[in-house]
């Protein structure tokens, strides 16, 4: 698959940029619907009739997240009952352009040592620096988006 264009990458990585500061206060130990709903004094009971549901179905989904069982649409809706939002995302742990580049090299450097074994095996061992020859693979890769 290939990469994203520059502009994109930068679009891309200006919005995970403004995530990523968020994922350290995400996880929640009692989960956000529970956290949300005591810092907004509502009661089971007040949720469960907002919600249309009984209270013990608002017990078990709020048991649910905790166990990471629910579901995301059962988050948006009780999210939407509760008039917040439900924010939900996947972020690199690392910029994406770093991420992508040390996967390019962790393949490339698997793929140079494979051929080097085969070279050494028929006798015509490489004598170029095994570490030039890694980032010049790892470059190749990355242009190709070839880095799983």
Same mark, same amino acid.
Request: include cysteine; glycine fraction near 6%.
């Given at each position: #698959?290939?990469?994203?264009?520059?502009?994109? #990458?930068?679009?891309?990585?200006?919005?995970?940029?403004?995530?990523?500061?968020? *994922?350290?206060?995400?996880? !929640? +130990? *009692?989960?956000?619907?529970?956290?949300?709903?005591? @810092?907004?004094?509502? *009661?089971?009971? *007040?949720?469960?009739?907002?919600?249309? /549901?009984?209270?013990?179905?608002?017990?078990?989904?709020?048991?649910?997240?905790? @166990?990471?069982?629910?579901? &995301?649409?059962?988050?948006? +809706? !009780?999210?939407?009952?509760?008039?917040?939002?439900?924010?939900?995302?996947?972020?690199?742990?690392?910029? /994406?352009?770093?991420?992508?580049?040390?996967?390019?090299?962790?393949?490339?450097?698997? #793929?140079?040592?494979?051929?080097?074994?085969?070279?050494?095996?028929?006798?015509?061992?490489?004598?170029?620096? !095994?570490?030039?020859?890694?980032?010049?693979?790892?470059?190749?890769? &990355?242009?190709?988006?070839?880095?799983?």
């Amino acid at each position: #698959m290939k990469l994203p264009e520059k502009l994109a #990458m930068k679009q891309i990585e200006r919005r995970l940029e403004n995530l990523r500061g968020f *994922t350290k206060d995400a996880d !929640i +130990r *009692t989960g956000w619907i529970v956290y949300m709903r005591r @810092a907004m004094c509502m *009661t089971l009971g *007040t949720l469960a009739g907002a919600a249309g /549901l009984s209270q013990a179905t608002v017990q078990q989904i709020e048991k649910r997240e905790t @166990a990471g069982k629910v579901t &995301l649409a059962t988050m948006r +809706r !009780i999210a939407a009952v509760m008039d917040c939002e439900f924010v939900y995302a996947i972020v690199p742990k690392c910029e /994406l352009n770093d991420f992508l580049k040390e996967k390019a090299a962790i393949k490339a450097a698997r #793929m140079v040592r494979e051929a080097d074994v085969h070279m050494t095996l028929e006798d015509q061992k490489v004598s170029a620096d !095994i570490k030039d020859r890694i980032e010049r693979v790892a470059g190749d890769l &990355l242009a190709k988006g070839d880095i799983w």
